[in-house]
Structure formats: structure tokens, C-alpha cells
């Protein structure tokens, strides 16, 4: 079952589409990046499954790409959109997981602990530019100050598993020969279907263990 919400915030109109679980204990909160919107596979694919696992998902479309637009704004701009819309999100009165892809994970990130986030799920965190190790964000996700899940491609540009800082504050899974969008190349030995479940099975494992 799916609803979609218009949500005013003070940078523009948000869209909140949400895939409803039949008893939801709490609710995925996700938005995507600078690049794409919530057709992405990864959100797509949490949408599909986690609704069954007692959790209702949230895919949120900023309001810069309901408006159009093909640059997202400025970080500042970002997180004010998204402190706009949590009203909404909070208002059925579950626990909220703030999530996002790429800058959306940046965004919940920064804003987790003083919106009260339940925790965060960091989809494709962009630790650094690529090929610009020296100019990390690490401070954002350390700073997050939930329990935080990184889903990272191994082979993501902008930051693979390995190039992460020591997760004492979060946890880490890889997906395979994934890339930024957690596209597969057709010769990787894990097929692209193979990869989402491992995507949408950390996810699910995870939220579990949460209390």
C-alpha cells in the first residue's frame, strides 16, 4: 500500500511517498542524492521489501528535484528542507530512521541527532570527492551520534570500504564490486539482483537489532 504527501518546508515543496507496512513498528526515512531521484535501485529495492519486516518506508524527494531542478542546492539549503518535512515524518508516532544516498546520507548525517533520528542509514556515503582522499567528511558521519549503518559499494568512487575510519561509531557492510549507484559490471562474479539483496538484507538484520 503507497500514499504520496506534498510537504511545504521553507525551501519548496518536498514529496514524501510512502510504502506502508500492515504493523509498522517504525519508519525508513530515505532521500536521494545530487544525481537522481528515488527511482534509484536501492531505494526502490527497500521500498519493495521492508514493508513486510515491519518497517514503513519513507522515500523522500527533496524539494529542489520536486521543483525541477537539475542542481542540488547548497548543503545549508539541504538541511533545512529536511528539518521542514521530520514533522511529517514523525507525525504517525514511530520511531524514525533518517536515511539517504550519497548527499541525502550527508544530509541525515548532520542533522540525525538534534531532529531526535531513531538512527541513520548512510547509502553510498561520499567520503571524499573521487580521487581527492585528503578532503574527507568523515567528521559527518562520526558526528552523527545514533546507531548508524553504512551501505558502501566496494568499488565506489567516492570512498570505498576499506578508506573508511575505524567503525567504532557504525557499521559497515559492503556490497560487492558495487559502484556508486551499486551498479554491478556484468562480469562481476555477483549479479546485480545479488547485490540489492545484499543491500536489503544488512538493512533488514539491522533494523531488527535496533530498539
Known amino acids: 500500500m503507497t500514499r504520496t504527501e506534498i510537504v511545504p518546508t521553507e525551501t519548496g515543496d518536498a514529496r514524501v511517498t510512502w510504502y506502508l507496512a500492515r504493523t509498522a513498528q517504525r519508519i525508513l526515512a530515505v532521500s536521494h542524492g545530487a544525481g537522481g531521484g528515488i527511482e534509484a535501485r536501492d531505494l526502490q529495492a527497500l521500498a519493495r521489501t521492508l514493508p513486510a519486516h515491519g518497517v514503513t518506508v519513507a522515500l523522500v524527494e527533496q524539494p529542489w528535484r520536486v521543483a525541477g531542478k537539475k542542481l542540488a542546492p547548497a ?50 556515503f561520499p567520503l571524499h570527492p573521487p580521487g ?72 533488514v538484520t539491522w533494523t531488527r537489532s535496533l530498539r
Not at 524514525?96 to 531513531?118: D, F, Q
Request: net charge neutral; aromatic share 6%; glycine share 12%.
Open 132 to 203: 581527492k582522499p585528503e578532503k574527507s567528511r568523515a567528521d559527518e558521519l562520526l558526528g552523527a551520534g545514533v546507531p548508524t549503518l553504512v551501505v558502501q559499494g566496494g568499488n565506489d568512487p567516492f570512498g570505498k570500504p576499506a578508506e573508511f575510519p575505524d567503525p567504532d561509531a557504525f557499521e559497515i557492510v559492503e556490497v560487492p564490486y558495487g559502484d556508486h549507484g551499486f551498479a554491478v559490471p556484468k562480469r562481476a562474479p555477483t549479479s546485480q539482483e545479488e547485490a540489492l539483496e545484499t543491500i536489503t538484507g544488512a538493512v
Open 75 to 124: 548543503p545549508k539549503t539541504l538541511d533545512t528542507g529536511w528539518r521542514g518535512l521530520w514533522p511529517a515524518l514523525r507525525k504517525p508516532g514511530l520511531p524514525v530512521i533518517a536515511g539517504g544516498r550519497s548527499a541525502g546520507a550527508r544530509v541525515a548525517c548532520r542533522t540525525a541527532k538534534e531532529l531526535g533520528a531513531a538512527a541513520v542509514l548512510a547509502l553510498s
